[in-house]
């Protein structure tokens, strides 16, 4: 039990619609991050957000876009979905700033996207 | 941050030790070494992480070679439920914590 909660756990979308994924982070933790995980393949690093600012992201379009909130909650938004954009997303939380937290980072156990 | 590589496959005998290694040549020095693993269709879950020394818990131990270009993850009495894809990262310990490259990690099958 990692205190990652995420929602929806399973969805189906069509070609071009838009989704919203919802995580609910460890209490206290301030910063989130989104993974996306194809089939096969190990995780890829999306965005992640500090203190509710976005301060990394990796090799995704515009499309991909999040907010972070005060209390904690996150979403991950897509638009215009394609076809390869079906996949796990991960959220994962951690509290930066604190040597004793070892900077761990802790994953939901994530949503399933499919994408028709 | 740095790359790693892990065999794609291994498997190991119930109750024996399993071992498992990560080159992560290119690590810097202020980079961390940490260890994931992923049950089907699970989240991943952390194991342990370490700098420079060998590290211990209640999970597994991690030995990390003196010049800390590889580390090796050490379930000492492996179950069944220690298959699973095991995950080796590195990375800085600072405000970009989230972002971990997550290679395609090491598939450990525990057989009876």
């Known amino acids: 039990e990692t205190g990652v909660t995420q929602s929806p756990t399973h969805l189906i979308k069509t070609r071009g619609q838009q989704v919203t994924l919802r995580c609910s982070s460890q209490s206290g933790h301030n910063t989130v991050s989104w993974y996306q995980q194809a089939l096969g393949q190990g995780p890829q690093f999306i965005f992640q957000y500090y203190r509710e600012e976005e301060n990394g992201r990796g090799n995704f379009p515009p499309r991909f876009s999040g907010l972070q909130f005060p209390n904690y909650s996150s979403e991950l938004n897509v638009n215009a979905l394609e076809l390869d954009d079906s996949a796990l997303y991960l959220c994962?939380?951690?509290?930066?700033?604190?040597?004793?937290?070892?900077?761990?980072?802790?994953f939901g156990e994530g949503s399933w996207l499919t994408v028709v | 941050d740095a790359k790693t590589t892990q065999p794609p496959s291994m498997d190991c005998a119930e109750g024996r030790a399993a071992n498992l290694p990560c080159n992560h040549s290119?690590?810097?020095?202020?980079?961390?070494v940490y260890w994931y693993r992923q049950i089907h269709s699970q989240g991943p879950q952390y194991i342990i992480h370490?700098?420079?020394n060998n590290e211990t818990n209640e999970m597994a131990s991690l030995i990390i070679t003196e010049d800390r270009k590889s580390s090796t993850l050490i379930l000492p009495h492996a179950t069944l439920r220690d298959t699973a894809v095991y995950y080796c990262?590195?990375?800085?310990?600072?405000?970009?914590?989230?972002?971990?490259?997550f290679g395609d990690g090491t598939t450990l099958t525990v057989k009876p």
């Open positions: 994962a939380s951690s509290l930066v700033g604190q040597l004793s937290s070892g900077n761990t980072i802790y």
């Open positions: 290119t690590i810097s020095g202020n980079e961390y």
């Open positions: 990262i590195v990375r800085v310990f600072n405000t970009n914590a989230g972002k971990s490259t």
């Open positions: 370490g700098l420079k």
